[in-house]
C-alpha cells in the first residue's frame, strides 16, 4: 500500500536547534529547514548560472524574514553539491550565517556512515544521501527511484550495501532536449494524459516521454528485482515524483523531500547528535 508522506504547509513550533541542508542539483538549489522534529520550510534556487555567495546569502536571509526566522538559530549546515564550482561559493555563503564549518556529504566521510559503495568517488553525494535515507528508515532492501535532472535508480541491500546505480535523463531534460532539438514543436506542460494516444502535437509529446516514462521505470523495477531475484521495497523522490501517478502503485513509499532527510541523517551521525 502506497505510503505518501506528507509535508504540508502550517504554523511550525521553531526550535532553537534548527539544521540547514542544502542539495545542489544540476537545475535547483534544494535548502530545507529542520527544526529538531520536521522539515519546516524548502526553498529552491536555480542552479545556472552560478552566482557569487553574496546573492546566496541574500536569497537566504530575505527568506528567512519572510519567514519570521532567525538566522542565528541555525546551528548546522550539511551540503550535498554534484556541482563542484559550487563548494567554495556555499563554503563562504554559510560563513556569515553561522560559526561552524558546513558539513559536505564526500568521499571523506563515507566511512563512517552505514552504507557501502564501491566507486565512492563516481558516485554523486545525493545518491549518497538516498541510500542513507533508504537504510536508517527503511531497513535497506530498497530501490529509491529519484525524479530529477535525472532519474535515477539506486539499489541498497538489506546490509547498507550499494548494489549499483542506473541513470537515464530525467522528464525535464527529455522534453527539453526533444523541443529543443526539433523545429515546430511547442513547450509542452508536464502532465500525463488520460490516454495513451496522442490526437495533437502536445498530446503526442507528453504521452511519447511522460507515458514512455511509466513503462521504463515498471521495466526497469522489473529487471532488477528479476536479477537479483527478491523484491524490494520502493521509495519513490524528488520534485517531479507527483507526475507519473500510474506508478504510486508500484511505489511503497513517496517522499519528495528523502535527500534531504538523508542529509539530516548524515549531520547527526557525524556530529553524534
Same mark, same amino acid.
Given at each position: 500500500m502506497l505510503k505518501q508522506v506528507q509535508h504540508d504547509e502550517k504554523n511550525y513550533l521553531i526550535s532553537?536547534?534548527?539544521?540547514?541542508a542544502i542539495d545542489a542539483g544540476n537545475t535547483n538549489i534544494v535548502f530545507g529547514l529542520h527544526n529538531?522534529?520536521?522539515?519546516?520550510?524548502?526553498?529552491?534556487?536555480?542552479t545556472l548560472p552560478v552566482r557569487n555567495q553574496v546573492e546566496y546569502e541574500m536569497f537566504i536571509r530575505l527568506n528567512f524574514l519572510e519567514a519570521n526566522l532567525k538566522l542565528e538559530d541555525v546551528n548546522g549546515i550539511v551540503?550535498?553539491?554534484?556541482?563542484?564550482?559550487?563548494?567554495?561559493?556555499?563554503?563562504?555563503f554559510s560563513r556569515p550565517l553561522i560559526d561552524k564549518t558546513p558539513l559536505f556529504v564526500g568521499p571523506q566521510i563515507y566511512s563512517q556512515l552505514p552504507i557501502k559503495t564501491q566507486n565512492p568517488h563516481e558516485i554523486g553525494t545525493d545518491l549518497i544521501s538516498n541510500a542513507m535515507a533508504g537504510k536508517v528508515i527503511h531497513g535497506g532492501g530498497v530501490i529509491i527511484v529519484d525524479f530529477g535532472t535525472a532519474l535515477t535508480f539506486t539499489i541498497?541491500?538489506?546490509?547498507?550495501?550499494?548494489? +549499483?546505480?542506473?541513470?537515464?535523463?530525467?522528464?525535464?531534460?527529455?522534453?527539453?532536449?526533444? @523541443?529543443?532539438? $526539433?523545429?515546430? &514543436?511547442?513547450?509542452?506542460?508536464?502532465?500525463?494524459?488520460?490516454?495513451?494516444?496522442?490526437?495533437?502535437?502536445?498530446?503526442?509529446?507528453?504521452n511519447g516521454v511522460l507515458w514512455g516514462y511509466v513503462s521504463m521505470?515498471? +521495466?526497469m523495477l522489473d529487471k532488477i528485482e528479476k536479477e537479483l531475484g527478491t523484491k524490494f521495497? @520502493?521509495?519513490? $523522490?524528488?520534485? &517531479?515524483?507527483?507526475?507519473?501517478?500510474p506508478l504510486h502503485d508500484r511505489f511503497d513509499v513517496v517522499d519528495r523531500h528523502l535527500t534531504l532527510e538523508g542529509l539530516r541523517l548524515i549531520h547527526e551521525l557525524i556530529n553524534n547528535e
Open positions: 532553537s536547534k534548527m539544521l540547514l529538531g522534529t520536521e522539515w519546516t520550510h524548502e526553498w529552491r534556487f536555480n551540503i550535498s553539491s554534484v556541482v563542484p564550482q559550487l563548494k567554495d561559493i556555499l563554503t563562504e541498497v541491500d538489506l546490509e547498507g550495501n550499494i548494489k +549499483g546505480v542506473n541513470i537515464a535523463p530525467g522528464l525535464k531534460t527529455a522534453i527539453t532536449a526533444l @523541443v529543443g532539438q $526539433t523545429a515546430q &514543436l511547442p513547450e509542452v506542460p508536464l502532465e500525463l494524459p488520460e490516454s495513451v494516444i496522442g490526437t495533437n502535437t502536445t498530446m503526442a509529446i507528453q521505470v515498471e +521495466g521495497k @520502493v521509495v519513490a $523522490t524528488g520534485g &517531479l515524483s507527483s507526475i507519473l501517478h
